[in-house]
């Protein structure tokens, strides 16, 4: 049994965040964060986050956090997003890697690398996925050799998000290519204007720059940016991957946020006079269940984990179903638009700025991300419930 209830405690710090969002929320939409403009004004927004004492709240006080526990953080979450203030450019920095810097880091990087990701001074991109390693993100080819003080980097990255524009990139790269496949890896740290370090932008469906390829051509970088041990990439990756797949990349907000935009679409095409079919009524009550059973499952996992309980293969169970989710909440919203659902933004007729078609096409990507859900189906097939490996 748990509580659920959230005491006087947390409902002060609900309204304080509440608050502060409504107070600073901008006044209009800002560019999307996968354009060059855009990237540079949500830059902007993570400073004014930080500056007030809401970039990273979980994280500690010398860090720019507010030592926040995992129940306030879910609550500044579910705060957020339903605020509908920007979304957070510096996403991969603090959702990804900063839990890695924390575990593995040294005093020296820790100091170095968070007050800096969390101003937003410094906005990093995820440098794992080749041409030829995603899925088998074991498979990764691209090499780093070391000579002297630093580690001289050969190979490619692809599908790196933002990477166009990021200042850091965090990569795995393999630094003994004699050792067994996971065992010869490196977690390292990357200067995105490192000489011998080319960025190219790949336009996605959507038609913006939001991705990279990175190429390496005896790109040099210090040995002090190795983030664990070398050759010890592999554990160092996993951890993030925990962190990337559960909760922390996608918190229940992100969902409960969607889940009202959608029953409150729902109800100005109903009072639209035409009406609502039935099953598409069903559909809108089935995706805000689900959205608010992610939630409630959410807290049950956040309290266990504040008792002292670990995280491990529940991660991809959450991704399966956050990704999922995602895409169910909003390929509804476009069976309620019918012939609208298509009209990109500034056409007439268009509705709320073709968000719903802006976010249907990001959705369709998140079974992708983060580990396909084929790959999760795995997981959860040999170590969730048991079952032989194929
Ligand atoms: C929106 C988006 C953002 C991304 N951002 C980043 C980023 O910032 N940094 C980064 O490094 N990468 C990023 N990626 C890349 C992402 O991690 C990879 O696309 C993903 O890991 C899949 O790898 P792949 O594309 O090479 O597909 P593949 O691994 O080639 O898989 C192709 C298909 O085969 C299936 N498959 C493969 N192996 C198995 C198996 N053993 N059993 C069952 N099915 C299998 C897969 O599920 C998939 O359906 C991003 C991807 C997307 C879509």
Redesign the pocket.
């Given at each position: 049994m748990i509580d659920l209830i959230l005491t006087p405690r947390y409902l002060e710090f609900r309204d304080e965040c509440r608050q502060w969002l409504a107070d600073h929320k901008p006044d209009g939409p800002i560019a999307s964060m996968d354009t060059p403009e855009g990237f540079e004004q949500h830059r902007e927004w993570e400073r004014l986050l930080f500056d007030n004492g809401w970039s990273v709240p979980a994280w500690p006080i010398e860090y720019g956090g507010r030592g926040c526990d995992l129940m306030e953080w879910l609550i500044f979450e579910e705060e957020y997003w339903l605020a509908g203030v920007p979304g957070r450019v510096s996403a991969?920095g603090i959702s990804l890697l900063a839990p890695t810097i924390f575990n593995f880091g040294t005093k020296e990087q820790q100091d170095r690398f968070l007050p800096r990701m969390a101003s937003g001074a410094d906005i990093w991109?995820?440098?794992?996925?080749?041409?030829?390693?995603?899925?088998?993100?074991a498979g990764i080819r691209t090499r780093a050799v070391l000579d002297g003080d630093q580690w001289v980097i050969n190979g490619q990255?692809?599908?790196?998000?933002?990477?166009a524009w990021a200042d850091w990139i965090f990569c795995i790269v393999r630094t003994d290519p004699e050792a067994e496949r996971h065992r010869g890896l490196t977690y390292i740290l990357v200067p995105a204007d490192s000489p011998g370090l080319d960025r190219r932008p790949v336009e996605?469906l959507d038609g913006e720059p939001?991705?990279a390829e990175i190429f390496f051509d005896d790109c040099r970088v210090s040995a002090e940016n190795v983030l664990g041990e070398v050759g010890q990439g592999w554990a160092v990756a996993m951890a993030a991957a925990g962190s990337e797949r559960g909760l922390n990349l996608r918190s229940p907000g992100r969902f409960m946020a969607a889940a009202r935009r959608l029953t409150d679409l729902a109800r100005r095409i109903g009072a639209g006079g035409q009406g609502i079919d039935p099953r598409l009524r069903d559909e809108v009550t089935d995706a805000w269940i689900r959205a608010e059973a992610y939630r409630w499952q959410t807290y049950h996992t956040a309290s266990r984990l504040m008792d002292g309980a670990e995280m491990g293969s529940e991660a991809s169970l959450m991704k399966v179903f956050w990704s999922e989710l995602d895409l169910e909440l909003h390929a509804t919203a476009m069976r309620l638009l019918g012939n609208r659902a298509e009209l990109t933004g500034g056409a007439p007729d268009c509705v709320d700025g073709a968000a719903w078609l802006d976010g249907y096409v990001?959705a369709l990507?998140?079974?992708?991300?983060?580990?396909?859900?084929?790959?999760q189906?795995?997981i959860i097939a040999e170590r969730v419930l048991g079952l032989p490996r194929?």
């Open positions: 991969n991109a995820q440098g794992w996925s080749e041409p030829e390693a995603g899925s088998d993100l990255k692809t599908w790196c998000s933002r990477g996605r939001g991705f990001f990507s998140g079974p992708i991300y983060a580990g396909t859900n084929e790959i189906r795995n194929r």
